[in-house]
C-alpha cells in the first residue's frame, strides 16, 4: 500500500513550502511639510505642514513627493522677476485618498509694490502691499499663516507667514526695516521635537543714510532678509521660506530660495516592510520606525 505525505499546516500543496500568509492593514503617523517659496523684496511664505494618521494596505506601492522650494526673484532698474512658489509635499496610491500640503507663497516686489502670493503660507507684501493670504487651498486644521503687509513705504518689507500655529510675518516695522517671517510650528514625529515651516523675513529698503538692520531668520528654517544684500534661503529639509532683500529697484540682489519640504512616516517597527526607494533617513523610536523622505521615493507597505 502506498505510503500518502502529509504536509504541516500551511504548507504549499506538493511543494512542502509555508504559504505567506497575507498581511493586515496597518495605521502610519505622517507628517508633511511643502517647499517654501523663493523671497523677492517680502519674505516669503513657508511650505504648508500637515499631520494625519491613514491606514495603509499591503502589499500595495504608495507614492512620495517631496516639495522643492522656489527660487528667490531678483530686482532691475526697471522690473522685478518675483519669486517662485514652493512644491507641494503628498503621498498617493491605492486605497487611499491623495493627502498633500501647499507650497508657500512668493514674497512681494515690483516697482509699483506687489502683494505678496497666497501658498501653503502666504508670502509677504513690500511698499503699501500687503500680504498673501495662508491656508491656501483652504484645509481645516489650517496648514499656515498668512503673510505680513509692510506698515507703509517706509516700514520695510513684510515677513512670510509661518506653520499652522505659527503666525503672520508680523513684526513691528522700523524706518526701512523689513519684518520678521512668522515662527514655524514643531513636530516630535521625527523623534526631536524639530520645528519647520518657518516664514522668510523681508528685506530693509536701502535708504541712503538709513540702512538698518534686517530681521534674523525665523524659528523653522525661514530666511533672514537683508539690506543692500541677497535674501538668505529657508532651510532645505524643514520647507523654510525664503529671505527678502532690499527694495532698491536698481538692486542687483536676489531674494533667498526656499527650502525644500520633507514627508515623515510613523509606523510599528512589526509592520515595517524595509522596501524603500527615494534613499529615506531610517531610525527607531521605541516600537516605531520613522522614515524621514527628503525626495521623491515609493514605500512598499
Known amino acids: 500500500m502506498p505510503i500518502l505525505g502529509t504536509f504541516a499546516a500551511g504548507a504549499a500543496k506538493g511543494f512542502g513550502l509555508t504559504a505567506a500568509t497575507p498581511k493586515d492593514p496597518y495605521d502610519v503617523e505622517m507628517l508633511f511639510v511643502a517647499g517654501g517659496a523663493g523671497g523677492t523684496y517680502g519674505g516669503a511664505g513657508a511650505g504648508g505642514m500637515r499631520t494625519s494618521t491613514i491606514t495603509l494596505y499591503p502589499p500595495n506601492d504608495y507614492t512620495v513627493t517631496v516639495g522643492t522650494g522656489g527660487t528667490g526673484g531678483s530686482g532691475t532698474t526697471s522690473a522685478t522677476t518675483s519669486g517662485a512658489a514652493g512644491g507641494t509635499t503628498e503621498i498617493s496610491g491605492a486605497e487611499i485618498v491623495t493627502y498633500s500640503a501647499a507650497g508657500g507663497g512668493a514674497g512681494g516686489g515690483g516697482p509699483a509694490g506687489v502683494n505678496g502670493q497666497?501658498?501653503?503660507?502666504?508670502?509677504?507684501?513690500w511698499n503699501v502691499a500687503s500680504g498673501g493670504a495662508g491656508n491656501t487651498p483652504s484645509v481645516s486644521p489650517s496648514q499656515g499663516a498668512g503673510g505680513g503687509g509692510p506698515g507703509g513705504y517706509t516700514g520695510g518689507h513684510g515677513g512670510?507667514?509661518?506653520?499652522?500655529?505659527?503666525?503672520?510675518?508680523?513684526?513691528?516695522?522700523?524706518?526701512?526695516?523689513?519684518?520678521?517671517?512668522?515662527?514655524?510650528?514643531?513636530?516630535?514625529?521625527?523623534?526631536?521635537?524639530?520645528?519647520?515651516?518657518g516664514g522668510g523675513s523681508g528685506g530693509g529698503r536701502a535708504n541712503p543714510g538709513t540702512h538698518n538692520a534686517s530681521p534674523s531668520s525665523a524659528p523653522g528654517g525661514g530666511g533672514a532678509g537683508k539690506d543692500s544684500a541677497p535674501g538668505d534661503s529657508g532651510t532645505d529639509g524643514l520647507g523654510g521660506g525664503g529671505g527678502g532683500q532690499s527694495g532698491q529697484r536698481n538692486s542687483p540682489f536676489a531674494g533667498g530660495d526656499g527650502g525644500d519640504g520633507i514627508l515623515i512616516l510613523k509606523m510599528p517597527t512589526a509592520?515595517?516592510?524595509?522596501?524603500?526607494?527615494?534613499?529615506?533617513?531610517?531610525?527607531?523610536?521605541?516600537?516605531?520606525?520613522?522614515?524621514?523622505?527628503?525626495?521623491?521615493?515609493?514605500?512598499?507597505?
Do not use: C
Not at 522596501?275 to 523610536?285: E, L, M, Y
Open 118 to 125: 497666497a501658498g501653503g503660507a502666504g508670502g509677504g507684501g
Open 160 to 197: 512670510g507667514g509661518g506653520g499652522p500655529s505659527g503666525s503672520a510675518g508680523t513684526g513691528t516695522p522700523g524706518n526701512y526695516t523689513g519684518r520678521a517671517g512668522g515662527g514655524g510650528t514643531a513636530s516630535p514625529l521625527s523623534g526631536s521635537g524639530t520645528t519647520y515651516s
Open 271 to 301: 509592520n515595517y516592510t524595509g522596501i524603500t526607494t527615494g534613499s529615506p533617513a531610517v531610525s527607531t523610536d521605541g516600537s516605531d520606525t520613522i522614515l524621514q523622505y527628503t525626495a521623491t521615493g515609493t514605500y512598499k507597505a
